[in-house]
DNA sequence: CATGAATGAGGCTTCATTCAT
DNA sequence: TATGAATGAAGCCTCATTCAT
């Protein structure tokens, strides 16, 4: 049944969220209400399973829309949507995110789920899309590197209040302050 | 004796270092050159261990100097004293705070060590110290959390060169380039 | 399999009369040809394994019975059939009865497995049916007490001969002794 | 110090009396304020602490007065004595005499500190010597044992009063009524 | 005499995984 | 396809005891 394992997989996940890759097969056949063997005989191990699970939870939250807002042309513009953006999924993943920045922080986890990474190349690219579509001058590695600590400083430090929860005054001073970095600068 | 129980702390920090919490106590006894169950008469339990650890080499590596930029009167020398300085204290200890971070984003970590906040509520402190005692008007937490995030950004994201192994030139750029989106923005 | 699993209940009890609670899970397991974890899978814990275990054999050993000879009409009759068969069941049951006494005595047994209470109560239960039935008046709680402490002496004192072991004129003449004791009284 | 091992000795009761023979030696050693090793320097190892401290508390507290009651020429009043005295010394001893059953029930003491025996024991040789002195003829291995189970049912039974917390008058009609069984019998 | 330091042996328990159906 | 049963390996921790001072 696909449905089973589609089930194991959401399951897998909540579990995965709370407690990283350290979760035991048996939590996680627990939550999937299935027998703890089911999960080897369709995943190999438990590391397959864990990879499997978050491989497929990455390309439905963050591949998608990862590079709509290069086209905009005003500069401003396409900051301040990336970084609402981002910050919106983040937050709204933050549980999620944290611990796969915990397993890649401990080296526990295969390059092809390094969140980091893909987070900073991304932006790299989108930048430097955006830079080549208006004929601008960027250092985009340096812009990617300040639009990512401001994402992790969000994820990591302690919180008043997530960014999804901002009412939109808030939100808009905020974006004004990161922006206003990125534009006086060049 | 103090010297073994200084020994012990000492290969229980490399040990923690590269496997974190998980790191087995058979683990650390190997490489203290101990038996394990010494190490359960000297600090009761893993826990304690690692909390006993992880305290002893925060005073010794970040607790000293945290406070003395924040004396310098000119704004840039003061930023420009206190990115050079952490940059330098974190890329230097960068498996520890990897740890150290991953750790904290999985709930691991009672709060006496949780880096991240010590990091954010120190900066904080020392930007508050050096607004009053210069009579600037400075949103300090904005400034904590940007500084926080530009450490964040060295820590996490994939890196050419550490920050401590750049030559002067290539770290004064780097600096200039963070200090201006700070200066501007008053 | 249940197989298995009666298989440990019978080994686990051996091994529980040799050694109480005290007997470690590996004796069992070896007792039991099962490999230790075996019994963590199907009892939880070392405490979840003696309790399943002394329950099951005293349902089957104990309870069984209990109340039979309440419906005796001759008191003398009633007093000899139940000191009689309460002595053989003991007896037989010797070594598994004063581990659990040992271990009652010590406060280690859940109060589902209070043995002197459940022999206690049962006879005090047993009395009071009898006399209602037919219409006596007897102070149960001593009477009862007394019986006890007849089975205790039995059990706890050093023996030539178990009552088991007894002719059959031997152990009439000791029941009649016991039991003079209680009829002249009234 | 003969003072440091009398203290041990105490605290060692304490313990003892508590746990069993179970008890740790640590827990020793903290109850009597004194390193660990120093039991063993004064004790050799756990079994000998244990038989020393229990062999010198009986001498203290079973041992003195145990053959008084039996010249009482009366017979009743020599069971009322008796009973009464017996009592009264388990009843105050109660915990020191329930550890000492139950390890005795485990068959983890050696023969010279078998209480239940010793109890025996002494009450058949007293019955013996009240019978020879006034010249009746007693089954004084039914009486001492009907005696025994007198007092294991006080021991092990569940009890709403312990026999030294009873008033005069309910101590008399229980004593009474023990003490019938006997005479009436003969 | 007393102790701080250290330990080998062993106990309970959990884990990912395999076997047999 | 799914599972109930079983397990080897390993983890944390405690115990009585010895060593060296």
């Known amino acids: 049944m696909r449905d089973k394992t589609e089930q194991i997989i959401q399951s897998a996940l909540q579990v995965f ?9 048996q939590e996680v056949a627990n939550e999937a209400k299935v027998a703890e063997v089911t999960l080897f005989r369709k995943f190999g191990n438990k590391q397959q399973l864990f990879i499997t699970v978050i491989k497929s939870v990455l390309e439905k939250k963050f591949y998608a829309h990862l590079m709509e807002q290069a086209k905009t042309h005003d500069t401003e513009d396409f900051l301040r949507s990336i970084i609402d953006n981002r910050l919106n999924v983040l937050s709204k993943n933050r549980n999620l995110v944290k611990m796969l920045i915990a397993e890649n922080l401990m080296g526990n986890l295969p390059p092809e789920i390094n969140l980091p990474d ?13 830079a080549q579509q208006n004929n601008l001058d960027i250092d985009s590695t340096h812009w990617a ?15 008043e209040k997530l960014y999804n929860e901002l009412s939109e005054g808030e939100r808009n001073r905020l974006l004004n302050k990161y922006i206003s970095a990125f534009l006086i600068n060049e």
Request: no cysteine.
């Open 118 to 130: 893909m987070i900073f190349t991304s932006l790299t690219h989108g930048i430097d899309q955006h």
């Open 17 to 25: 969220i709370r407690k990283g890759f350290q979760a035991t097969t």
């Open 145 to 159: 590197r300040q639009l990512s600590g401001i994402f992790l400083s969000h994820l990591i430090l302690p919180n």
